[in-house]
């Protein structure tokens, strides 16, 4: 039995789905934890290319897929995912947890009229309605996917609710009757195509584990986008980290073997906020254009920018990351230098630490270590040692700095495309 975890150690996008599938050959389960239809999660299979945005993306390789209590469903998204994936060949097996939040229609349009309210200090959100969605899961406000299933319950609830959302459209000047029936009728019948898969998935998932089964968890976001580790208030509104995992699917940390960090040999990061290694210059746009950095979720240009371990470093140390999988180092090919920030400097004080506030963060200079750059890596590269001596010593580096050891190099977005280390 073997339970690993797979999470995001910058601001998203590292190629989670992409080590998630390659995991999933040998699991049982693949688990969500956290987060909605905000991730995007791209797998490459030979010519095939799926875009997941909530289904778990082991269901590619035919695993049993969960989406646990931690998460945040749009229903119409997920029934749309699914049926896709069907038309497609794939048969999705799934589990929802009964518990999950549901994102409800006044939660997309109050994500989009918050951000229009921010003006210049927005967040940048992909407008899927996730802020306010988990807002009133901790307010206790929530419609639950259990709730889906029983229209009297959910007609109580929303006679409770909508009267609260509609004076908050109002204040925010929304010209949007929220009408009760429609709502009623559109989530009863979203309930009606989820019902068989809805069930307790903590007590699933905890017989899985007694029975020795494999089970992989997949992280979404990453950790500078965690609620409280990340770039606060530029941060996603779940935790995105490895304690996330045990409170987004109802399992006890004793039963976590390997947390596996998923590390893109460069930084991107989607939306506002400070990035401290971000260029904006002809590198940059070479990163942007060679990565082809553009937001699997909203299409939006990804920004783009060195290496930044400052950030690797604290994500390794909040979520006991005890391997590394390097990914897109191929997009680094042909650069004559690479370098790698392994400290700040902040007001004439070298720091290697992430400070908390954002004030700070966005004045901090990134210290670094050159290195010289490669040709071209071979694609059919299958060992550590046949790739450029140069990636090779740049890879060592950042083992060394992080005391991690790498496990996986990933140099293309597609199965093989994949070094063991
Ligand atoms: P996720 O959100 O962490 O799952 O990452 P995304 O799927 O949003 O973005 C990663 C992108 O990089 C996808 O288009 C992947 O197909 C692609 N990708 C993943 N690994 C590699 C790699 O090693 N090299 C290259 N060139 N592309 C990769
Ligand atoms: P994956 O799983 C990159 C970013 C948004 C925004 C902030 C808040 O594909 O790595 P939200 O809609 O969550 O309230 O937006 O978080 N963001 C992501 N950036 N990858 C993601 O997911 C993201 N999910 C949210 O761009 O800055
Ligand atoms: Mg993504």
Known sequence: MTINLVLGTQWGDEGKGKIVDYYSADVDYVVRFQGGNN?????????????????????????IGVIGNGCVIDPEVLIHELNDLTKRGIKPQLLISDRANIIMPYHKILDGAEEQFLGEKKIGTTKRGIGPCYSDKISRNGIRTIDLIDPDTLEKKLDVILPIKQKILDAYEINNKLDKKEILKAYTDFGKQLKSYITFTHIELNKAIQKGKNILFEGAQGTMLDVDYGTYPYTTSSHTIAGGACIGAGIGPKHIDDIIGIVKAYTTRVGEGPMPTELFDRTG??????????????????????????VVRQSCMISGITKLAITKLDVLDGLKDVKICTSYMLNDKKIDYFPADIKKVEKCKPIYQEFNGWDKINKNTLKFSDLPKNAQKYLKFIEKKLKVPITIVSIGPGRNETINV
């Open 39 to 63: 991730a995007g999660h791209t797998i490459k299979v030979g010519d095939e290319v799926y875009k997941l945005h909530i289904t778990p993306s082991g269901v590619i390789q035919g695993r």
């Open 285 to 310: 746009k070479h990163l942007a254009e060679i990565g082809h950095e553009f937001g699997t979720t909203t299409s939006r240009p990804r920004r783009c920018g060195w290496l930044d371990l400052v």
